[in-house]
């Protein structure tokens, strides 16, 4: 089974649109389909569409929100809500196209666990375009995982990935690197980009500034996530030493000028030197604590995320019995433990 989740904010005009060539690619490639619509707060009369579509088609299943609550949100839901092993995730707007996902699919066949869509050609205007290549070059180098198109919301996943990457925020563009960042294998596919027919971008010039926000939180996650102290205690030792070394120098010079008076030194308090040693010294040790702090936080509330990803096992995993079972876990005649 395929599933396809398809994040909705105000698409009522392109949705049954979109639903015919969804259909006619499982008729034409023999899917198993699964789509689940998830609107995200429309004011459009999107949700009248998506319910009139599920009511129609068993395939097809529609959650609402009942505000916006942004993109990862609604993906966060639809992969939730998804049975297929496999999921792709596509736009509303009909700028991408579904005839797309048999390549996806082929893809997938190579061993990889996520496929990125790359729209090489791209309909939109250069003020959306141009920032979005600085952005997804400065994914590719602060990441090393190199795509030419982080943000395409045209891509093919594992089901098992979402066990492990979870998404909140804003953090849904930067899947393919938190996967990579647990061991999974990210390709890419030069996919067609259609221009838009109906509504507008959602994106503005706040976007680059969320972007870079983001990025940086995705860097720190998957640099230092375990080890906050490697990132922090490095800073805060480094400006540690050079406020201490400033003010080591600063003692000695002090000492010079009151057994040598008559050289005429400057008085400390006129030094801004002063300020910054202190200032260093007080900072060096402000980021060592807040990463202890972020240390301690990870040993006693982070016991239930695992460090690690596993691909395959030859051994059978331990079965958690539930706490209304009346079975003896340890008893070999379990008929679960049979089953299994």
């Known amino acids: 089974m395929l599933s396809i989740v398809v994040p909705v904010f105000n698409e009522a005009e392109s949705l049954d649109a979109l639903h015919a060539e969804l259909a006619e690619v499982a008729a034409a490639q023999g899917y198993k389909l699964d789509v689940v619509f998830v609107d995200d707060g429309s004011t459009d009369g999107s ?3 998506l319910r009139r579509l599920a009511e129609a088609d068993p395939r097809v299943k529609a959650l609402r929100f009942r505000r916006n609550f942004g993109k990862a949100a609604a993906l966060s839901a639809g992969f939730a809500t998804a049975r297929g092993e496999l999921v792709m995730t596509l736009d509303a707007d009909l700028q ?6 048999p390549r996806f699919l082929a893809e997938m066949t190579k061993g990889l666990d996520v496929v990125s869509g790359y729209k090489q050609v791209r309909h939109d205007p250069w003020h959306k375009v141009w920032p979005s290549r600085v952005f997804n070059w400065m994914v590719s180098r602060l990441t090393g995982v190199v795509l030419h198109d982080h943000n395409c919301g045209m891509k093919c996943y594992r089901r098992e990935i979402f066990e492990e990457v979870h ?8 899947v393919p690197v938190l996967a990579a960042a647990r061991g999974y294998r990210v390709g890419e596919l030069v996919i067609q980009h259609r221009p ?9 010039v706040t976007r680059i500034v969320k972007g870079f926000l983001d990025l940086l939180t995705v860097k720190f996650l998957t640099g230092f996530g375990q080890r906050p102290q490697h990132v922090l205690g490095t800073l805060g030792l480094g400006s540690f030493l050079l406020g201490l070394v400033g003010l080591v120098y600063l003692a000695g010079y002090w000492l010079v000028a009151q057994l040598a008076p008559d050289l005429g030194l400057t008085p400390l308090h006129q030094r801004p030197a002063v300020i910054y040693s202190v200032g260093l010294l007080l900072l060096g040790g402000q980021l060592m604590s807040i990463g202890f702090l972020g240390e301690l936080i990870l040993a006693y509330h982070r016991h239930d995320v695992r460090t690690y990803s596993i691909a395959e096992r030859t051994d059978r995993p331990p079965r ?4 209304d079972s009346d079975l003896d876990s340890s008893n070999p005649t379990d008929s679960s433990l049979d089953r299994s």
């Open 47 to 49: 949700w009248d569409v």
């Open 96 to 101: 991408d196209d579904p005839r797309e996902i």
């Open 167 to 174: 998404l909140y925020g804003e953090l849904h563009r930067f």
């Open 196 to 204: 838009r027919k109906f509504g507008r971008s959602k994106y503005g």
């Open 320 to 323: 958690t019995a539930s706490p």
